[in-house]
């Protein structure tokens, strides 16, 4: 199988990822596997997972797929138990579930007069069953895997947890308010479990990925005819390195760093942004 680059060696481990089916989260777990981890692929839709299974294995490493959504507690519980039997017990676990939706998303960046009376989608129009399924996905579907995962690394050395954050949760983007908090409480819920985890042995740590272009906000970063939306127009020029991430290659160092048991062995209840500078950036 093609190794990486990065010297992190994963032999003999058991990562597990939730989303993996996703765009960036597809790609970390072929990223786990070249460095010689066994991968658990949980996706809600098994098809996705099965494929990303499909290629990693068609380059010799070792994957499963399993379908699991990640807030069905009894579902999760379940198929953690398979995984122990089929792979090992989990070393490390990415959650990686999670997104956006159209109930929990404004039209306009800013509320201006007359939008209550039009066909505009405001801030007053959100709907809370969408807000709500929002929260669920990003902060319990964070929670419920790592409630059933982290059992299997009690007593062991060398297990970590890496949660997946957003920008979003440092500098709140306009449209999506529940997209936003969902994710900083994801930040929140990282410092805590690496504090709860500390005597435990388990390091807990997330990445802040910035503006990596996927399936699902392809639409909103550009035109049909392959030309940077307004919006993408903003967060380039907010962003000093001036592109957007690259889901090849972007995350690696940074995942790979993370959930290396020796070269990040003291590190625990950290968010490392992977923007291209766009938090620290003050606009002038």
């Known amino acids: 199988m093609e190794k990486n680059v990065l010297s992190t060696d994963l032999t003999g481990k058991v990562a597990v990822v939730t989303g993996a089916g996703g765009v960036l989260c597809s790609h970390m777990s072929l990223v786990l596997a070249r460095a010689g981890a066994k991968v658990a692929l949980l996706n809600r839709t098994y098809e996705k997972a099965k494929a990303v299974e499909e290629r990693i294995t068609s380059e010799g490493g070792c994957a499963k797929a399993y379908a699991c959504n990640v807030l069905d507690k009894e579902q999760v519980e379940k198929v953690a138990l398979q995984v122990k039997e089929d792979l090992g017990s989990c070393d490390i676990l990415v959650n990686g579930a999670g997104g956006n939706g159209a109930g929990a998303t404004t039209d306009k960046e ?40 982290a059992k299997q690394m009690l ?56 503006f990596f272009a996927t399936a699902q906000n392809r639409s909103l970063l550009f035109n049909e005819d392959g030309t940077p939306t307004a ?48 938090s620290a950036y003050s606009g002038v």
């Open 155 to 210: 007593g062991r050395e060398g297990c970590c947890i890496l949660n997946i954050s957003s920008m979003n949760a440092y500098r709140p983007l306009t449209k999506i308010p529940a997209y936003s908090g969902a994710k900083a409480a994801v930040t929140n819920f990282t410092q805590w479990l690496a504090v709860h985890f500390a005597q435990a042995g388990i390091r807990v740590n997330a990445i802040a990925p910035g």
């Open 231 to 278: 919006r993408t127009g903003k967060i380039l020029s907010a962003t000093p390195m001036r592109r957007l991430g690259d889901s090849e290659k972007d995350l690696d160092g940074a995942m790979l760093f993370l959930v290396d048991s020796e070269a990040a062995a003291f590190i625990t209840g950290v968010c490392l942004p992977i923007d291209g500078g766009f």
């Open 110 to 149: 800013y509320y201006e007069p007359g939008d209550l009376d039009g066909d505009t989608k405001s801030f007053f129009d959100l709907d809370e069953k969408g807000i709500d399924q929002i929260f669920q996905l990003n902060f319990t579907g964070t929670l419920l895997p790592t409630q059933a995962f």
